[in-house]
């Protein structure tokens, strides 16, 4: 009888801090699983973010860097410029990189920097207490929305990949989502090709993935998977943007 | 015939393998873990296809596929 699955090499075999049916801990195991096809686990940077995932370092067994709050794409660039000849990506939330982020993630876009981004996008904050982020759908309940989101008075959910996509620079945008393991297959290959991206100097790689948040979206976890596939699915359409 | 192995001490029983074995071969316990959460069990010689579907969804990694 052969393995077939089994624990990645490069993410440490400890339980996490996240709640039960949280995306983090499907996107962790798919980047380290990357890592360990692509052989890069000597070369990769990662940093961190400020959110439910800053303490991702704990988790990953590779070199890691911390951020300031949305500051992940300036530390990228900094450690990507000096050292070029290591594998940099950030990992962020919508909070991190759509919201307090939005800055630095448009002008490290903007100038192309050679970096891979994994985007999660969950609709929510998450580390704080399920208030409203940009990317919360309109009608979407959430502790600083009691009625749902409206577009009067809170804007429209933000498409960041979207407008990331006009820009020259920017190489490559995808949107997957992990609603079931099919799903959860072709984010695999994306994350894979933004890494891939960045080892042949093509430049700014972005790929952003639709992750069930249980707890603040108040449902179990299968009926966030579901949430994900009837609701913010049709918000934002997955499949290659750029 | 396929079978799969179960960290209990790192499963959260969020129960998504369950609802995605096509077999239905993943129960639920009701015992406590080491983090004090129900954790999930496999029901040997059911006839496990070795998919690896749980393995796919499961968010805590704690699933091992043998085919």
Redesign the interface.
């Known amino acids: 009888m052969k393995k077939v699955f089994s624990h990645p090499r490069s993410l440490r075999n400890i339980p996490t801090h996240y709640c039960p049916g949280c995306g983090h801990g499907i996107t962790h195991r798919l980047i380290t699983e990357i890592i360990d096809e692509l052989n890069i686990r000597e070369r990769v940077i990662a940093i961190a973010p400020v959110g439910c995932a800053v303490i991702a370092y704990d988790y990953w067994d590779f070199d890691c860097s911390e951020a300031a709050h949305g500051r992940a794409l300036a530390v990228a660039t900094a450690i990507k410029r000096v050292r070029p000849e290591n594998i940099v990506f950030t990992y962020q939330g919508d909070g991190d990189l759509a919201a307090i982020g939005t800055n630095e993630t448009i002008h490290a876009a903007n100038r192309g920097e050679n970096l891979t981004v994994i985007f999660i996008n969950n609709a929510i904050y998450g580390m704080t207490g399920g208030q409203m982020a940009p990317t919360t759908l309109l009608g979407q309940r959430t502790s600083t929305t009691p009625n749902g989101r409206e577009a009067k008075f809170q804007g429209y959910p933000l498409k960041i990949s979207e407008m990331l996509a006009v820009l020259p620079a920017v190489k490559y945008v995808e949107r997957v989502s992990l609603h079931n393991p099919q799903e959860v297959l072709k984010a695999k290959k994306a994350i894979k090709q933004a890494f891939q991206n960045q080892i042949d100097n093509i430049g700014f790689s972005l790929v952003e993935i639709l992750s069930p948040c249980p707890t603040y979206w108040e449902m179990n976890p299968k009926q966030a998977m579901d949430w994900i596939r009837d609701a913010m699915a049709k918000e934002f359409p997955l499949g290659k943007i750029k | 015939m ?2 799969i192995t179960i960290d209990k ?2 499963c ?5 393998c369950i ?2 074995c096509p077999k239905k071969l993943i129960l639920k316990n009701s015992q406590l873990n080491k ?1 004090g ?1 129900n954790y999930v069990e496999f029901k040997e010689n059911g006839g496990c296809i ?1 998919c ?2 749980c ?7 704690c ?5």
């Open positions: 396929a079978k001490d790192k959260k029983g969020c129960l998504l609802n995605f983090q959460l070795g690896s579907f393995a796919i969804i499961c968010p805590d990694c699933i091992t596929v043998y085919k």
